[in-house]
């Protein structure tokens, strides 16, 4: 299993400019859930899921979009960028009542 | 609501040294617990958990134990190695994950 995969590893941005991080799982989990991670605040939920065609909101999630069309995949689009999305954000899943496992993360700077 | 507090960092400490790193948390009922350890340029790693009360989780010579009466899931270790550097978070669990801040450590030889 090559458990959770995010791409790209590393990305800038311009103010305005819209983009779509990937993530996928190939462990049939149902929960999968995307965080951003800023320095001093730990992790925070933007979104999540409870599996394919369900998607809810977590504690931050304006400026950002999620679909859940299939179990393995569950995007997170940015539809304008601003610097304040400058962060490094995670995919993680696991199964109704398990361990998360985590993605290795994608850098994202916005200029 | 739900929430976690954790031992604000940087910690440093010297190879062989004993860590504590402080957790108490806020939850509705009983939440599972547990610990993630973030080491440099990865994503979070699974270090230990704990799923009841007096329960104690450990992993790679790192424990920490339920205290339900204290609401707390201290993580600590005998003696630390330069390979256990690392960012540790304590997240409990009830539903959704909460994650604390995350307390940088550094081990020097």
């Known amino acids: 299993n090559a458990g959770v995969t995010q791409t790209p590893k590393f990305q800038v941005l311009k103010t305005g400019q819209s983009m779509t991080l990937q993530c996928a799982q190939d462990m049939n989990h149902e929960y999968m859930s995307w965080y951003r991670q800023d320095p001093g605040m730990g992790l925070r939920l933007i979104h999540y899921?409870?599996?394919?065609?369900?998607?809810d909101q977590g504690e931050v999630p304006n400026g950002y979009n999620v679909s859940r069309s299939t179990t393995e995949d569950f995007p997170l689009r940015l539809l304008s960028a601003a610097p304040s999305q400058t962060s490094v954000y995670f995919c993680?899943?696991?199964?109704?009542?398990?361990?998360?496992?985590f993605g290795p993360g994608t850098r994202l700077t916005v200029l | 609501g739900n929430s976690v507090t954790q031992m604000e960092g940087p910690v440093t400490l010297s190879e062989e040294a004993f860590l504590t790193i402080n957790c108490t948390y806020t939850a509705t009922g009983y939440p599972s617990l547990f610990w993630y350890v973030q080491y440099p340029g990865e994503g979070l790693q699974l270090l230990l958990k704990a799923t009841k009360a007096d329960d104690k989780g450990s992993n790679k010579g790192f424990e920490a134990t339920y205290r339900k009466e204290t609401t707390s899931f201290h993580l600590e270790k005998g003696s630390v190695q330069v390979s256990d550097s690392a960012v540790y978070f304590c997240a409990p669990k009830r539903g959704q994950f909460y994650f604390g801040t995350g307390t940088s450590l550094t081990v020097i030889p």
């Open positions: 993680a899943s696991k199964r109704e009542t398990d361990t998360q496992y």
């Open positions: 899921s409870v599996g394919a065609g369900i998607t």
